[in-house]
Structures are given as structure tokens and as C-alpha cells.
């Protein structure tokens, strides 16, 4: 009799112990990522947006949506893994929080900003995040609203330092319900971000 109960108790420890090692490993990831060295390049920056929307074409296309991009920046000097891991996470976020009555509609601007430096923004029209939730979403184990996918709560929280690291910070507006959008605000050119820290 007690071979269910035992059996059921061993399914909740891996379970627990599965998700335990989830966490252990992308607290581990994003240590790596704050002490890796920066690697500035000028990039296209056209190209790099263009790459990570095809990631999620077929996803975005399966649902009847569309992803579009208008970007009136040519090039920028910054670390290339750490831009594409930021427009990655918040593209991919796109589609697992997309609203569940409509086509998913994905909308990426880029723009010169005074103060030489960059404005890229990510605009979605899925589920939104409350007003409550709009800055507790870039804390480490936090997520918002009902959870109907897997996570642990660390991308965004990943992705605030990655793009700190770039020496920019990022926010965003949103109506639950309507969508959201990310902002992202860099320096045009890493290197003199780089250099202000050095001094």
C-alpha cells in the first residue's frame, strides 16, 4: 500500500530537484555572463535586429501573425552576443506571453536619441504586464501575472544586466491586456562607455 504514496514522493523530489538544478544553472549562466570581458565590434545593426526576428518567424507565422522592423541606425559598436541575447530573450518572451484571441504583432523601431546614443525598441500586443508588475519583472525569481508557461523568473532579470553591462539601461510601458513595450537605450559606441568607466 505504501508503493504509490513512495513512488508519488519520489516523483515530487525529482521534480523539486529538477527545477532546483534549472536555477542553480542560470544563476550560474548569468554570473558567467557578468564576468565575461566585452567584446566591442561595429555592427550592423539593420542585420542583427533582421537575425533575431528570423528566429522567430515560423513561430510568429504559425500563429497568423507578423514580426516588422524599422530601422533608420546603420551601425553601432557594442558586444554582439550580448545585444543578440537581450533581442533574444524579449522576442522570445514575445511569443510565449503572445495573447491567446489574436495574432501575435511584433514591432522593432531603432533610433538615433540625443547624447549619441541608441534607442531600440520591442513592441508587442500580447498579454501585458499590470502596472504593479512593471519593474518587479526585472527582479531575479520574479514573473507576472497568471503563469501558464515554464520559467524561473530570470530572463529579464538577465537581460536589465546585460544590457547595463552595454552601458545602457532598459524599461518599458504596457497595459495588461493591450501589450508591451521594451525600450532599450544604449551608447552608439561601447568603447566610450568603456573608456568613461576606466577614468
Known amino acids: 500500500r505504501l508503493a504509490p504514496v513512495l513512488a508519488e514522493a519520489i516523483g515530487f523530489i525529482r521534480a523539486a530537484t529538477r527545477k532546483m538544478d534549472s536555477l542553480i544553472n542560470a544563476i ?8 565575461r570581458q566585452l567584446k566591442p565590434e561595429s555592427l550592423n545593426l539593420p542585420e542583427v535586429i533582421g537575425a533575431s526576428a528570423d528566429a522567430i518567424h515560423h513561430q510568429v507565422a504559425d500563429n497568423e501573425g507578423a514580426i516588422n522592423a524599422d530601422v533608420v541606425v546603420d551601425r553601432i559598436v557594442t558586444d554582439r552576443l550580448s545585444l543578440e541575447q537581450v533581442l533574444g530573450n524579449l522576442l522570445d518572451n514575445a511569443v510565449k506571453y503572445r495573447h491567446p484571441e489574436r495574432p501575435l504583432e511584433v514591432n522593432i523601431t531603432a533610433k ?9 525598441a520591442v513592441q508587442d500586443n500580447g ?6 508588475d512593471h519593474e518587479r519583472v ?13 520559467g524561473e523568473g530570470i530572463g529579464l532579470a538577465h537581460v536589465r544586466t546585460l544590457v547595463r553591462s552595454l552601458g545602457g539601461d532598459i524599461t518599458l510601458t504596457s497595459e495588461l491586456g493591450q501589450g508591451t513595450t521594451f525600450f532599450i537605450d544604449l551608447p552608439r559606441d561601447l568603447r566610450s562607455h568603456i573608456g568613461s568607466q576606466g577614468k
Open 112 to 120: 538615433h536619441v540625443p547624447g549619441n546614443r541608441v534607442k531600440i
Open 138 to 150: 526585472f527582479e531575479l525569481f520574479r514573473r507576472s501575472g497568471v503563469q501558464s508557461q515554464p
Open 127 to 132: 498579454r501585458g504586464i499590470a502596472n504593479t
Open 28 to 35: 550560474l549562466k548569468i554570473s558567467r555572463e557578468g564576468r
